[in-house]
């Protein structure tokens, strides 16, 4: 498999699955803010939701707001985990917040289940990418704004590879010339499918078919051609022996991190969460550049 085919599934990951902020409320506060407040309408306070030891940016720009517009700013920290529960009984009750910041994979339930509002004003998404736009969008609407994208991108170590390869075949080639040193030339979590969705996308699988900006839960492409090819290139490595036993279940990503941070693994598949950990334990970390990226973005243009 050439590496435009793969990595283009891999942007498609890498922009498909972020953490963003959702616009919530079951008052006008939030909208008519937003197109600018009068003193007539100005709600007394607005309440945020954010998660625990995630806010010290959100209560800046609260304080921000504060001072420009008046407008007392509460930003209070709830478990991310518990927020979908937490908003099922305080939306309801009166004692939920105007503005809850959660992520994008739980839009759907939140907004099926009434605690969301649609944004009023949906062409104040116009600045950001398709990709975010499209992670904050439910039934065809728009129920939030992109607060930040996370991403798994390739990472190598700089005291083993020199120069980042170009294509999948290249990590395939350094993995079977390490195999017989008992050294992995890549590796990445596939048995999870957060991380083996850009393979399958790259080859032409999908889980719900896109249709105007909403999903299509009667068309599934889990099993159609392009699928089964990627699921296939993934089991390939398992079946060579390039990855190793252990790199599946939930010990999977410790297994990964401990051969990565050991130096028996010269490339890894992961997120920015993993960097501060890699580093600290004195690996000289580079991940592709952004120009990989936008070269990637055009291919896939070429062949999807």
Excluded at 57 to 67: D, H, L, P, R
Excluded at 184 to 201: I, P, Q, S, T
Excluded at 209 to 223: M, T, V, W, Y
Excluded at 281 to 296: D, M, P
Aim: aromatic content about 10%.
């Amino acid at each position: 498999m050439k590496m435009k085919k793969m990595v283009a599934g891999l942007s498609t990951a890498v922009f498909a699955f972020g953490a963003l902020a959702a616009c919530g409320g079951g008052t006008d506060s939030g909208s008519t803010n937003e197109g600018g407040s009068t003193s007539e309408n100005k709600p007394e306070k607005i309440v945020i939701w954010e998660d625990i030891e995630k806010s010290e940016t959100t209560k800046e720009v609260a304080k921000a707001f504060e001072e420009e517009h008046g407008v007392a700013v509460e930003v209070v920290e709830v478990q991310m985990t518990d927020q979908k529960d937490k908003l099922a009984l305080d939306g309801p009750a009166g004692k939920g917040p105007d503005i809850v910041l959660v992520p994008h994979d739980q839009i759907g339930t939140i907004a099926d289940q009434g605690h969301l509002a649609p944004l009023a004003d949906e062409g104040a998404l116009d600045s950001f990418t398709d990709a975010s736009k499209s992670a904050v969008m439910f039934d065809g609407k728009a129920y939030g704004y992109p607060k930040s994208v996370e991403t798994p991108v390739l990472m190598y170590n700089k005291d083993l590879v020199s120069e980042a390869p170009t294509s999948m075949d290249d990590l395939y080639k350094l993995s079977t010339d390490l195999k017989d040193k008992g050294e992995y030339g890549f590796l990445g979590l596939w048995d999870n499918f957060y991380f083996a969705h850009g393979v399958v996308a790259g080859f032409g699988g999908y889980v719900f078919k896109e249709d105007g900006g909403a999903l299509d839960p009667s068309d599934i492409g889990l099993n159609n051609e392009g699928a089964v090819e990627g699921f296939d290139y993934i089991g390939k490595w398992y079946q060579e022996g390039l990855f190793p036993k252990g790199l599946i279940g939930e010990s999977g990503g410790q297994a990964m991190d401990q051969l990565f941070t050991e130096k028996k693994a010269h490339t890894v598949m992961n997120g920015p969460w993993a960097v501060a950990g890699y580093q600290d334990a004195g690996i000289t970390l580079e991940r592709l550049h952004c120009r990989h990226f936008q070269t990637v973005s055009q291919s896939r243009r070429s062949w999807a």
